[in-house]
Structure formats: structure tokens, C-alpha cells
T-cell receptor, first 116, second 114 residues
Framework: GENVEQHPSTLSVQEGDSAVIKCTYS??????FPWYKQELGKRPQLIID?????GEKKDQRIAVTLNKTAKHFSLHITETQPEDSAVYFC???????????????FGGGTRVLVKP | GAGVSQSPSNKVTEKGKDVELRCDPI?????LYWYRQRLGQGLEFLIY????????KSGLPSDRFSAERTGESVSTLTIQRTQQEDSAVYLC????????????FGDGTRLSIL
């Protein structure tokens, strides 16, 4: 099955700096890669996703890049703000034809702390 | 409803008891997923329902775990003879269906086994 590794496990940045989180996946057939933000005690919130036919996607201060050859994808947050502090999870899923539905395989999470 | 709704939000029970967790998906979402999140860890897939197809149970950790879904609505996750290692947050998600559809999560049920 799919395996997703996420690094770093914790990340502390100064407000205004950039934060980068990296994930690798094992199954080259994976074709959908969402990122979730989870604040303490709250539900995971989808913040951005990317499909395997795209190399990069941006949404305001957030961007995701995908390298299919190397089987890794990254989340970039620019101009970080204190409200960006949370745990971020990457995930990957295989095509429906290979696995029933789109069950997500998650990375272990990155705890991001933005210091004012 | 506006989002995925789960109940109860918290459940404390004694080891050996059975528990039942409920999930109401977003209206119109045919796909429903259950995940488990242990403290400080990522989410682990448990089970998936899509319409009237047979569920994908490949993530259920033991035969003490089971889940049902009535049509394309409410789902219940049942854990029999609970053990302390079952303590976790159980999260439900729904999506529009198969294909590359984003999954939207509920707030989860925090289960504590004494």
C-alpha cells in the first residue's frame, strides 16, 4: 500500500518568514495530494490540493509543488502569520481504479509555530 | 447540513464496553470515510462507503470494529469490547464521490477508554 513520510515534525519560524514542509510517497500511481491544517482540538481543514497532472499550484500565501519523478511534494507558506500556527498534514491517494474510492494515506504531521 | 456532523463529541467509557459513534455527512455526498487519529499522530484510514457499493474495510484494525451506513446518509462506527489502545479521536469525512474529490472532515469524537 501507499506510505507517506513527512518532514520536519516540528517547525518554528519568525513571523514574516517562509515555512516549507516536505512529503514523500511510495506508490508512483498516486494522483491526488491534499494538504490539511489542523488547529488544536479542531477538525482537519483542507487548505490546498494538487493533482498529478500539475506541477505547482498557488493560493495567496500558500503554494504546493509536486515532483512525480522523485515522488515528493511540498507545501510552502510565505509571509507567515501567528494564525498559521497549527499542525499540517500531507496526504496521498491512489486512483479509484486501483483502490476503492480515494482513501487518504496521511503523513505524520508537522507542528508549525509562528513566533511574533 | 452545512458540514459533516459527528456525535458524541466526547465519549468516556470503561474497558470492555461497546461504543457507537455517529456521522452525518454533507448532504449530497455519496462517499463517507472513517479515520482514527491517535494523540500527536496522523490520521489512519479505517473504512470507506460509496453509494450502494460494498464498503472498503481494509483499514479496520480488528474484528471488534465495524461500521454501517444507511444509503447515502448517516453512518455508525461500532467498537465492541473496547480496549485502552482504542483511545483516539475518530474522524469522519465525506466527499462528492469517487474521483479526485476533496474530503471534508467533521470535528471528530474523542474516545477515552478507562
Amino acid at each position: 500500500g501507499e506510505n507517506v513520510e513527512q518532514h520536519p515534525s516540528t517547525l518554528s519560524v519568525q513571523e514574516g518568514d517562509s515555512a516549507v514542509i516536505k512529503c514523500t510517497y511510495s506508490d508512483s500511481a498516486s494522483n491526488y495530494f491534499p494538504w490539511y491544517k489542523q488547529e488544536l482540538g479542531k477538525r482537519p481543514q483542507l487548505i490546498i490540493d494538487i493533482r498529478s497532472n500539475v506541477g505547482e499550484k498557488k493560493d495567496q500565501r500558500i503554494a504546493v509543488t509536486l515532483n512525480k519523478t522523485a515522488k515528493h511534494f511540498s507545501l510552502h507558506i510565505t509571509e507567515t502569520q501567528p494564525e498559521d500556527s497549527a499542525v499540517y498534514f500531507c496526504a496521498a491517494t491512489l486512483p479509484s481504479s486501483k483502490a476503492a474510492g480515494n482513501k487518504l494515506t496521511f503523513g505524520g504531521g508537522t507542528r508549525v509555530l509562528v513566533k511574533p | 447540513g452545512a458540514g459533516v456532523s459527528q456525535s458524541p463529541s466526547n465519549k468516556v467509557t470503561e474497558k470492555g464496553k461497546d461504543v457507537e459513534l455517529r456521522c452525518d455527512p454533507i448532504s449530497g455526498h455519496t462517499a463517507l470515510y472513517w479515520y482514527r487519529q491517535r494523540l500527536g499522530q496522523g490520521l489512519e484510514f479505517l473504512i470507506y462507503f460509496q453509494g450502494n457499493s460494498a464498503p472498503d474495510k481494509s483499514g479496520l484494525p480488528s474484528d471488534r470494529f465495524s461500521a454501517e451506513r444507511t444509503g447515502e446518509s448517516v453512518s455508525t462506527l461500532t467498537i465492541q469490547r473496547t480496549q485502552q489502545e482504542d483511545s483516539a479521536v475518530y474522524l469522519c469525512a465525506s466527499s462528492l464521490g469517487q474521483g479526485l474529490q476533496p474530503q471534508h472532515f467533521g470535528d471528530g469524537t474523542r474516545l477515552s477508554i478507562l
